[in-house]
């Protein structure tokens, strides 16, 4: 039984090391090696087995390999010495509430609003409570259960059914006949070699998983909500940037027309004029179609229809800053991202499923009772004469059926290969996300410093070359070519500043951030286990 006992992750683990195409086929040849003598224990004979089971009952042992979860060895993120080196507007925030790090109340008040709010966490808690339903429901099969009923019935009898034909030629015999009863039965599965037990196991871990998963939608939301409402500032700031610049190709406009009416400009530059104010016209439509769209995606988001919050978010306040980044390291990431612990907690239930498929191996004893009264009036019921008691010792084995267990079995390991490397996924594509958005915000930055510079020397090149037209030294071209270059340089570079803003979001989001969790492991999950 110790034998059987022996760690299916760690065996697994090391399979998934070794060339990737043989992970199922090692893991198979491993742990059937340690079934098959197991199985032809079970065949020798019942009264071995029925020892065994004794033995399994005052051990406590339970069949199948007993779980540990698996630590992935994972390096330091090799980008994580960048964001520390940031000079940020505002110190690191705590995880569990990174989006109050931008100082904005506003930004905060959102978040907050779509967290209590939002109709996808409303659904992903339905989720948690059905899945703990099902695990207590697994833990109630392993307790007795007791039940109570109650009967009253009145017939009147055929005179030519075989009971009523030969009853009938009795004296005294009366059609009309009436039945009381009353009474409880008990029953109660024991679970010797531990199947029961194994099968709850792997519920209250579902549970823990959905209960991981939920946290990780508050998670999605919190960062959702944060991304469109930095989106909404940046079209904001881009269509002021845009508005400036009309104002600014109108007043050019103006200058070339008077220009042009004292003989000093062409018709050609005119022209010219009007299509570069045009252009800068043309640009709002757009800007306004994706500022549209975000605040309806923040108001579904935060669980109303699509207009209720846009006067709030009417008037443009500017682009939030990013706030500094607290150091991060492998394991802290493995403690909160709620994705790695929702596929550790799959890999344990599909470690318990094993040792449930396993159980069939062996047989199952049931104790049932009945205590009862039956009487044909219902002053007489409750009385000794009747009074009818049972006990029944129960037995079922499916000592011939060892093939389909067989598959029963195969199938439950394979599935546990499945959702180990599903894990092992989850942690790649975890350390991924950190990586990439750890190099995103930092290049992000350096990208926004480059533009400012630029944006900074084409407004000196826009007003010079504006200075040196009126004066007739440069032609109308260069003008609008200073224009249109400071155009796109500064909404290049409200662009950017939102892009980081969105970044640092995004690192947030990458080291779970978001939800409260005071666990040392990624085996405990808060307010999870049954309650």
Same mark, same amino acid.
């Given at each position: ?23 199922f086929?090692?893991?198979q ?7 098959r003598?197991?199985k032809?224990?079970v065949?020798r ?6 020892a ?6 005052l ?17 330091g ?21 990174w $989006?109050?790090g931008?100082?904005?109340p506003?930004?905060?008040?959102i978040?907050?609003?779509a ?17 703990r ?15 109570i009923s109650?009967?009253?019935?009145r ?14 030629n ?11 009863g009353?009474?409880g039965?008990?029953? $109660?599965?024991?679970d010797l070699?531990?199947?029961l037990?194994r ?11 959905a ?6 939608t508050?998670?999605?939301v919190?960062?959702d ?13 881009r ?18 027309l008077?220009r ?14 009007e299509?570069?104010?045009a ?17 309806n ?12 919050y846009t006067?709030?978010?009417g008037?443009g ?7 500094a980044l607290a150091?991060?390291?492998?394991t802290?990431?493995l403690?909160?991202?709620?994705d ?28 049932a009772?009945?205590i009862g ?10 009385r000794?004469?009747t ?10 084995w499916?000592?011939?059926d ?8 195969a199938?439950?390991?394979?599935a ?5 490397a599903l ?6 594509r975890?350390?991924?996300d950190?990586?990439?958005a750890f ?5 992000l ?5 480059e533009?400012?510079r ?5 407004e000196r ?7 040196a037209y ?13 224009n ?19 970044a ?10 978001? $939800? ?9 999950i808060?307010?999870v286990?049954n309650?």
């Open positions: 039984m110790k034998e059987v006992r022996r760690h299916t992750g760690e065996r697994a683990d090391r399979a998934f090391r070794s060339d990737g195409t043989r992970t086929a090692l893991l040849a491993e742990v059937n090696g340690v079934l003598p197991m032809r224990q065949r004979s019942s009264a071995g087995a029925l065994g089971g004794l033995l399994a009952a051990s406590g042992c339970a069949v199948g390999p007993d779980y540990v979860a698996p630590a992935p060895d994972l390096a993120f090799h980008s994580a010495d960048a964001p520390a080196s940031r000079e940020a507007a505002t110190p690191a925030p705590e995880l569990d509430s $989006w109050e931008f100082n904005d506003e930004l905060t008040g978040v907050q609003r967290l209590d709010q939002n109709l996808d966490l409303a659904a992903a808690m339905a989720r948690v409570e059905q899945a339903a099902a695990a207590r429901g697994a833990g109630a099969q392993r307790l007795p259960s007791f039940d109650a009967q009253a019935s017939q009147r009898q055929s005179l030519e059914s075989p009971t009523g034909a030969i009853a009938s009795f004296p005294g015999y009366d059609r009309d006949q009436s039945l009381y009353f009474g039965a008990a029953s $109660w599965e024991i070699f531990g199947g037990a099968a709850a196991d792997a519920a209250t871990a579902e549970a823990q998983a209960e991981a998963t939920r946290m990780g508050r998670i999605s919190a960062a909500a944060a991304d469109a409402y930095l989106r909404i500032r940046g079209d904001q700031a269509i002021a940037i845009a508005a400036d610049q009309i104002v600014t190709n109108a007043r050019l406009l103006d200058l070339v008077r042009f009416k004292e003989g000093l400009a062409a018709d050609r530059e005119v022209a010219q004029t299509a570069l104010l252009g800068a016209r043309a640009s709002l439509p757009p800007l306004y179609i994706s500022l549209e769209a975000q605040l995606r923040l108001d579904v988001l935060m669980g109303v229809q699509p207009g209720t006067q709030v978010l008037g306040v500017g682009i939030p800053a990013a706030p150091s991060a390291a492998p802290d990431m403690r909160r991202r709620p790695i612990i929702a596929a550790e907690r799959r890999l344990a239930a599909s470690n318990a499923r094993i040792g449930a498929a396993m159980s069939d191996y062996y047989p199952k004893f049931s104790l009772g009945l009264f039956e009487s044909a009036g219902p002053q007489n019921l409750i000794s004469e009074f009818q008691p049972q006990g029944v010792l129960g037995l079922r499916r000592l011939f060892f093939g389909r267990i067989d598959a029963q079995v199938a439950a390991k394979g546990e290969v499945e959702v180990l894990y092992r996924l989850s942690v790649l975890a350390a991924e950190v990586e990439n190099t995103t915000l930092v290049q930055e350096a990208y926004v410093g533009l400012e630029e944006a900074a020397a084409l090149v826009r007003d010079l070359s504006q200075t009126e004066a007739g030294v440069i032609p109308l071209t260069d003008v609008l070519d200073a249109r270059r400071k155009l796109a340089a500064e909404d290049a570079l409200a662009r950017a500043r939102v892009d980081v803003s969105r640092a979001v995004s690192a947030f989001r990458a080291l779970g951030g978001g $939800w409260s969790s005071d666990t040392g492991t990624i085996l405990e808060a307010d286990h309650q």
